[in-house]
Every structure is written in C-alpha cells, then in structure tokens.
C-alpha cells in the first residue's frame, strides 16, 4: 500500500512530546506543545508544496528552570520558521525552500528583537553567532527546516513508497550526541471500523553499534570501559491516516536509549488535529 496526499487542505495540529531523562542519577521531566497549521498548496507529478505555520511553541512542564529559560530563547530565534512554505517529492524529501528570502529577511528582525531581549544574558553571545551563521551559509535554512519536527514526526517515511518493504533511517540519540542507525519495517492495514482510514505500524530494529561509534556518542559522559558498553535502543510509531485526503488523523511515536543504569530517557510524541 502506497500512501499519498490527494487534495489541497489544510489541517490544524497540536503536537505534545513528553520526555524523561537520567544523567547520572539526576532525572529531568519536560512537556513540550506545538501547534502547527499545515496547508497542502500544491500536487505535482514528482512533488508537492506544503506550508507551514507555527501557532505556538510552548513549554508547559519542566523540573529544571534551566530548561525553561533555554527553551524561551530557542523559540524567540525559530520565529524566523514560524511560517515556512517548501517542497518535497513524493516520498517526503526536502526539494526546496520556496519563501527562502523572507525567512532570511525575517530572520534580521528576530535577531534584533533576541539580542534586545537578552542583552544582560552575554552567556547567549556564541548561541546568536552559531544561529546567525547558518542562516547566512549556503543551505543553512534548508537544513534548519529538515531537522523541524515535521519531517521526523508527520512526513517520517510515510509516504509514496511502499509500506510493506523496510526503511533504513538515522535517528538522533536522547542528548543529540550522534545518531542510531535504525532500519524501520512498516505495516499498513485498513481500519475495519471506518474504511477511509489506514493504521500505519512502525517498528524499529536498531543495527548493532561498534565501539569506535560508542565512543562518539558518549564520550563525554563519566563511562570508562566502552568495550562493555551495549546501549539498548527501541522506537516504534502508530498512524492513522486518512486516505481520501492523505492527511494524518493522529499518530504516536515512542524512542527510548538506555545506555546503563546512570544514563538513559524516553521521548513520546503525539499528533492530533484540532479544529
């Protein structure tokens, strides 16, 4: 079964990820909110043009303050990609950024209105130069706007191939150290209660890490024999899409990295629309 997006709509979306993590002993438990507004503009042969708007970006629980204060200054400087029109081919991959110059544009009067509000803060000067510089280097944007929510969380290999063959995809670790190399099978099965819909399963099989690649990931961490070291990592996602449109109904995603018992966390994401 192939899935696709047949008509030009749009659909409003709130996005919960909750998350859990150990760093030695100390854990930490945040709720993130999104809420998006995705238009399909148009379908082409190869391709279609989506975009999409940011409502809200808010954090509405965490146990560190650090966290929240972090995260208030990240979604100041995403304002720029809070109104993003782009175009994938029919598998979700990212072709172009099509509203390339006003994101840009846009992008000088957040960093003016960030740098006023955090003037005192001058721990956040490196933060503004590495955002700064990829915005100004060639292909800086595009790769902001792939490593979005929206392609891991809604596109996420959905579409336009077939469900039944298995997907290789790198996912990125708990604490954005380096990625997993997972390969992802995918089921699809027509909902016997409303046959306009299709449950989509995903279930991950996380290839086997060597040492060197260990080493990469977690050697900042307090861990000494890397030999011994075999982290345990699991992901899985559940679908359900509406055929007649191609539009996701809702869905969920589950990722978990348990490295040893000081260091580990979970991530749950879940979508759904909202009118």
Same mark, same amino acid.
């Given at each position: 079964?192939?899935?696709?997006?047949? =008509?030009?709509?749009?659909? $409003?979306?709130?996005? +919960?990820?909750? =998350?859990?993590?150990?760093?030695?002993?100390?854990?930490?438990?945040?709720?993130?909110?999104?809420?998006?507004?995705?238009?399909?503009?148009?379908?082409?042969?190869?391709? /279609?043009? *989506?975009?999409?708007?940011?409502?809200?970006?808010?954090?509405?629980?965490?146990?560190?303050?650090? /966290?929240?204060?972090?995260?208030?200054? !990240?979604?100041?400087?995403?304002?720029?990609?809070?109104?993003?029109? *782009?175009?994938?081919?029919?598998?979700?991959?990212?072709?172009?950024?099509?509203?390339?110059?006003?994101?840009?544009?846009?992008?000088?009067?957040?960093?003016?209105?960030?740098?006023?509000?955090?003037?005192?803060?001058?721990?956040?000067?490196?933060?503004? $130069?590495?955002?700064?510089?990829?915005?100004?280097?060639?292909?800086?944007?595009?790769?902001?706007?792939?490593?979005?929510?929206?392609?891991?969380? /809604? #596109?996420?290999?959905?579409? %336009?191939?077939?469900?039944?063959?298995?997907?290789?995809?790198?996912?990125?670790?708990?604490?954005?150290?380096? !990625?997993?190399?997972?390969?992802?099978?995918?089921?699809?099965?027509?909902?016997?209660?409303?046959?306009?819909?299709?449950?989509?399963?995903?279930?991950?099989?996380?290839?086997?890490?060597?040492?060197?690649?260990? $080493?990469? #990931? /977690? %050697?900042? *961490?307090?861990?000494?024999?890397? +030999?011994?070291? +075999?982290?345990?990592?699991? &992901?899985?996602?559940? &679908?359900?899409?509406?055929?007649?449109?191609?539009?996701?109904?809702?869905?969920?995603? =589950?990722?978990?990295?348990?490295?040893?018992?000081?260091?580990? %966390?979970?991530?749950?994401?879940?979508?759904?629309?909202?009118?």
């Amino acid at each position: 079964m192939e899935h696709t997006f047949k =008509s030009h709509a749009t659909r $409003k979306y709130l996005v +919960k990820i909750t =998350s859990s993590m150990n760093l030695n002993g100390f854990t930490s438990d945040n709720e993130v909110e999104i809420r998006w507004m995705l238009s399909l503009k148009e379908i082409g042969a190869q391709h /279609y043009t *989506f975009e999409l708007i940011t409502l809200d970006h808010a954090m509405v629980k965490a146990d560190n303050t650090g /966290y929240i204060e972090i995260h208030k200054v !990240v979604t100041q400087m995403q304002k720029a990609l809070n109104d993003i029109k *782009f175009t994938v081919d029919k598998q979700g991959n990212l072709l172009r950024v099509d509203n390339l110059e006003q994101i840009k544009t846009r992008w000088e009067t957040v960093k003016s209105e960030v740098i006023e509000y955090n003037r005192s803060n001058t721990s956040l000067v490196e933060l503004f $130069k590495i955002q700064d510089e990829a915005f100004e280097k060639k292909g800086g944007v595009e790769a902001m706007v792939r490593a979005t929510e929206f392609f891991d969380i /809604y #596109l996420n290999s959905l579409y %336009g191939r077939d469900l039944f063959s298995r997907v290789k995809k790198s996912i990125p670790n708990l604490f954005r150290s380096g !990625v997993i190399p997972f390969v992802l099978k995918y089921d699809s099965n027509k909902n016997q209660e409303n046959g306009n819909v299709y449950n989509i399963q995903i279930e991950g099989y996380p290839n086997i890490l060597v040492e060197n690649h260990v $080493k990469d #990931l /977690y %050697g900042g *961490f307090p861990i000494t024999d890397f +030999k011994v070291l +075999k982290p345990v990592y699991t &992901y899985n996602a559940n &679908y359900n899409i509406d055929i007649v449109t191609g539009f996701i109904q809702d869905g969920e995603i =589950s990722f978990t990295e348990t490295i040893n018992e000081k260091f580990g %966390g979970e991530v749950h994401y879940k979508i759904q629309q909202y009118e």
